[in-house]
């Protein structure tokens, strides 16, 4: 993920000293563990890539609930994907673990002796973000297959009518604070009302051995009528990292593809975001079943969902707690906006994107009244939230599903996803659940970990705005829970 233009105060040492003196006092740790634990911060404050940066730290006891640790803890941090424990914590406390979405397929019209269809095809979603997606292990070309299969097996030779995708309500799929260049990529897409292949689809391109050669588009996958790419990329040097961005908003088929990618003799891959997931799927569909010779008039979307009885196909998702787990351990934007709808929205008909002031008023209860909650997957620069928040958070939700539950949700340090970059290695792993939050200029770790002394603490540690690695960050970070767990 990459967005910019974040912009914080900084925050003197005395308060700095004041607030880790004050919890201190609060909590009665011994004078050798305080003593330990102001040298490991005091070292983590001059690691150089943190110079001129800001950083909130909070450390609390899951068992009292008090901090141990409070440092900037009530400043204002962009959170990155840290939000997204948000939104996965609270949907599974709200909804049934084993909730899943549904997406049905429908007949409509008369099917006659001769194997026409007089009628339409009718798909209804019901918002799940998961569909055909690789993260499920599952395969676009299969899915569509057994589609096909189904609507052969019903008798279905031709159609007289349209595939329909009817929706609840028109959906908009993002806020209105998702930086330009991020939209039109594949982790940009937000979450539609009928979504598929994780909203994306990867542009092939023949690229040079040369510096500063244009890049020439090949193909797509998958292949979906109406959207055109237009690549304005060079190539740049062979250890560059890829600086490519697709550009376009959500409905609009036109992409241009923008920046740079490593020259080298290779094809190259470009991941892009579908604009419209619902309106690409029918024409995807469609071309399936032309090809096939069943033949089908047009596609149509509908903004309204209809009741109909005996779906000739349906498909479940999996359970809502395995997709908040891989929601979490791939950091997927889209997941996690789904969630934003089902929690927000719930089953009422959208008109627009989700207003951020209801967003706000839902996390109140959950200790974030203080909080600029804009998006459903921390990618706007302009969230901000306070590291004593996200601790708080943990402990309640703890306290209502249980700390097994919590945990499973929370990658596993050093194993689950992105997580197994963390402390990877590190004989402490084991003793770490952790969600990381990374944008540009942005590095933060909130989680939960069990200490030396076999307690239990939620930590945040957010730093904002340095210049430099994110990988430096982390390894600071790093060690600065490490010391936390050793002396606690």
Request: glycine share 6%; proline share 5%.
């Amino acid at each position: 993920m990459n967005s910019k233009h974040l912009f914080f105060r900084k925050t003197s040492l005395v308060l700095l000293l004041f607030m880790i003196s004050f919890a201190n006092a609060q909590n009665k740790i011994s004078t050798k563990t305080y003593n330990k634990l102001k040298q490991a911060r005091l070292e983590f404050e001059n690691t150089p890539v943190l110079q001129g940066a800001r950083h909130g730290i909070s450390v609390r006891d899951m068992t009292t609930g008090n901090e141990i640790v409070a440092v900037n803890n009530e400043d204002n941090f962009a959170p990155a994907s840290n939000l997204k424990l948000l939104y996965t914590l609270s949907a599974v406390d709200l909804f049934d673990k084993a909730f899943v979405y549904t997406t049905k397929l429908y007949k409509t019209g008369n099917l006659l002796a001769n194997g026409i269809l007089m009628g339409d095809l009718v798909f209804q979603p019901s918002g799940d973000p998961s569909f055909a997606s690789q993260r499920m292990n599952e395969s676009l070309d299969s899915i569509v297959d057994v589609i096909v299969n189904q609507i052969k097996a019903t008798g279905i030779k031709e159609i007289k009518g349209n595939l329909v995708m009817e929706l609840n309500g028109f959906r908009y799929p993002l806020c209105g604070s998702i930086p330009i260049e991020d939209v039109g990529n594949y982790y940009g897409t937000g979450a539609w009302d009928f979504n598929f292949n994780d909203n994306r689809i990867d542009v092939y391109v023949e690229r040079s051995t040369e510096i500063g050669k244009p890049v020439k588009i090949l193909y797509t996958k998958p292949e979906i009528p109406g959207i055109t790419f237009i690549s304005k990329v060079k190539t740049a040097a062979p250890d560059t990292d890829d600086q490519s961005y697709v550009f376009g908003a959500p409905y609009t088929m036109p992409r241009y593809i923008l920046g740079t990618i490593p020259a080298g003799e290779d094809t190259f891959k470009i991941k892009a975001g579908i604009p419209n997931p619902p309106l690409s799927f029918l024409k995807l569909l469609q071309k399936k079943l032309n090809d096939l010779a069943i033949y089908v008039e047009d596609v149509q979307i509908k903004y309204t969902q209809k009741d109909y009885k005996n779906p000739i196909w349906e498909k479940n998702s999996k359970p809502l707690l395995y997709l908040a787990e891989t929601t979490n351990d791939y950091s997927i934007n889209h997941f996690s906006e789904a969630f934003a709808w089902l929690l927000i929205q719930g089953n009422k008909p959208a008109d627009g994107y989700i207003d951020k002031e209801a967003i706000h008023d839902f996390f109140v209860p959950y200790g974030f009244e203080k909080a600029d909650i804009e998006d459903g997957c921390g990618l706007a620069p302009d969230n901000l939230v306070q590291p004593a928040q996200m601790t708080d958070f943990l402990k309640i939700m703890t306290d209502r599903l249980g700390g097994n539950e919590v945990l499973s949700i929370l990658p596993h340090a050093g194993v689950d996803g992105y997580a197994k970059y963390f402390l990877k290695d590190n004989p402490l792993q084991n003793q770490v659940w952790v969600k990381s939050g990374s944008v540009s200029k942005v590095q933060n770790y909130t989680g939960i970990f069990k200490a030396k002394s076999g307690k239990f603490y939620s930590f945040s540690v957010m730093t904002n705005m340095f210049i430099g690695k994110h990988k430096d960050v982390k390894t600071a970070i790093e060690k600065l829970l490490t010391a936390y767990i050793k002396n606690l």
